[in-house]
């Protein structure tokens, strides 16, 4: 069946680079999300990514898209101790569903 | 608008008692679903629904009903709560299921002894 992995946590220093990894199974899927979770709130959409691009940047985020080895990564630059959240990857299969990692907790540290 | 609510933040339940979540969204969407969240675990699909009248089982539906007859909200029923039922619960809706943004509410913390 489908699935979405992702490593659990991820600590970083202020103003250095994140990346959080995520791998799935769905070749079929047709985009893959990334979502924000701060504590004690809901999901917020980050960015997502059309399964025919490789690539997206949007300020500080960077998704890149490896169709192949079904990989996908976000990558914050300059991250902030707001950025601190857990971060999750998701993947849309041919019903429409979400499929969801674990969750990447990030930590930021100053 | 309001976007996503659900209510209550908070609910301590004993095992076998019975309640309900409630969600509404104020967007007119079509597509409602449920989802928990446990550690370690991400978000897992509990039911949806594709418009009014219509649900439909996800990934983890047993010990939860739900029911869509208005298309702003989307209760879910616990039947008969159970320890493994302690979770967060979290209510999204998008214009279609195929649209690439849910939207989420903010949460329902539940715990059962």
């Known amino acids: 069946g489908e699935d979405v992995e992702q490593s659990l946590f991820l600590s970083v220093r202020e103003g250095d680079s994140s990346v959080i990894n995520c791998t799935y199974t769905d070749s079929s899927s047709t985009y893959l999300y990334w979502y924000k979770q701060e504590p004690g709130a809901g999901l917020q959409l980050l960015t997502y990514?059309?399964?025919?691009?490789d690539m997206k940047q949007d300020q500080r985020l960077t998704v890149l898209l490896n169709k192949k080895d079904k990989h996908l990564s976000l990558r914050i630059a300059d991250t902030q101790t707001g950025d601190s959240a857990i971060y999750f990857c998701a993947e849309s299969n041919q019903g429409g569903k979400l499929i969801f990692g674990q969750g990447t907790e990030l930590s930021v540290k100053p | 608008n309001a976007g996503v609510t659900q209510t209550p933040k908070f609910q301590v339940l004993k095992t076998g008692q019975s309640m309900t979540l409630q969600c509404a969204q104020d967007?007119?969407?079509?597509?409602m679903s449920w989802y928990r969240q446990d550690p370690g675990m991400g978000l897992r699909l509990i039911h949806y629904s594709v418009g009014a009248g219509i649900t439909d089982q996800g990934e983890v539906p047993n010990g939860y009903n739900v029911s869509r007859s208005t298309t702003e909200d989307f209760p879910l029923r616990l039947l008969s709560a159970a320890p493994s039922q302690t979770s967060v619960y979290f209510c999204?809706?998008?214009?279609?299921?195929?649209?690439?943004?849910?939207?989420f509410g903010p949460g329902t913390r539940l715990t059962v002894t």
């Open positions: 999204a809706s998008s214009e279609t299921p195929f649209t690439y943004e849910q939207y």
């Open positions: 990514i059309f399964s025919n691009m």
């Open positions: 967007m007119n969407h079509e597509y």
